[in-house]
């Protein structure tokens, strides 16, 4: 019975070892490149108006398409 445990605990750090090496690659952490590099300001790609709100008034169309009713 403990030879079964010793196998299971040593074929699951082996499971970890392997999925570690070949599964996929977490992105690279770019806060702390960022963080290193000052307080620049972030620069936007839109411009000032985008996303801003508009204010405006509806217009109601007067039934003068000329159709009869």
Known sequence: MLRFIALTIIA???YRWLD????P???PN?????SKGGDAPKKSK???DVG???DYEEVKED???GKSS
């Open 20 to 23: 570690g090496f070949f599964g």
């Open 12 to 14: 699951y750090f082996i």
């Open 30 to 34: 770019r806060s702390r490149t960022q």
């Open 63 to 65: 039934d003068s398409s």
């Open 46 to 48: 839109l411009g000032k």
């Open 52 to 54: 801003e709100y508009i």
């Open 25 to 27: 690659r977490p992105a």
